[in-house]
């Protein structure tokens, strides 16, 4: 009986491993149904598709960090603009513009958080579905890149213009809501925010000078290596040619 057992298991832990690798290649390369991204040799990467499909995953992922950022901030502001309890007029010092000041701000930061959220949750399933396939020849059919100008709108506004938008509408905050109780603390809020504001502007231009910049280099690397391969090409054409000049020569004479 033990034998018996013993045999079978033996039997089925072959044939498992058997349909463990149906693939013949399997220790060459990665299979697309493995659900794994495709490793790409040294000649693929300077391919259009490959560039292609790094764009396809940038775009992805900027699409996935703008529609959590501004479903977060965007939720953020419309409770702030429920939750906040306001005195009566005769009641209140709060001045009349700085109410129409949040007003208008809360409804500016929804609004553009809204319409990142919404061009990131029209156009990420259709990326999703090509990028979730693993396969490099399939990413044609990604919008991404005609639709690349979108992305970009989305990526700006929820993180540029949303993030100062949402600075903005906590001072407003603060002083809408302290100003009866302190003047005091509702312009320390102002004061707080001021250096702030100029701290995260100085980072943005920094960051955006600094990525213009990679992209610059990496475009300057692209070029020289396509001239490097350029002047190969020729070389090796002048090779040729000589080479069958030689043998012309030799055959004439013989």
Known sequence: MSVWSASTVGHQNTRYSHSNSWCPNLTKHKCVMSGETPIQSGDALHTPAYLSWRK???????LKASSKTSALLSGFAMVAMVEVQLNPPNDTKVPPAMLVAFTVCTTLLVAVHMLALMISTCILPNIEAVGNLHSISLVHESPHERLHWYIEIA???????????FLVEIAILCWVKFYDLSETAAWSACVVLIPVMIVFLA??????????SHKYEVTVTGIKELELLKEQIEMGDHDSRMNNLTLLDQSRIV
Do not use: N, V
Not at 203 to 212: E, G, K, P, V
């Open 203 to 212: 980072f943005a231009i920094h960051f955006y000078m600094s990525l213009a």
């Open 56 to 62: 396809l995953q940038l775009s992805r992922a900027k």
């Open 155 to 165: 990526w700006a506004f929820s993180t540029l213009l949303g993030l100062i938008l």
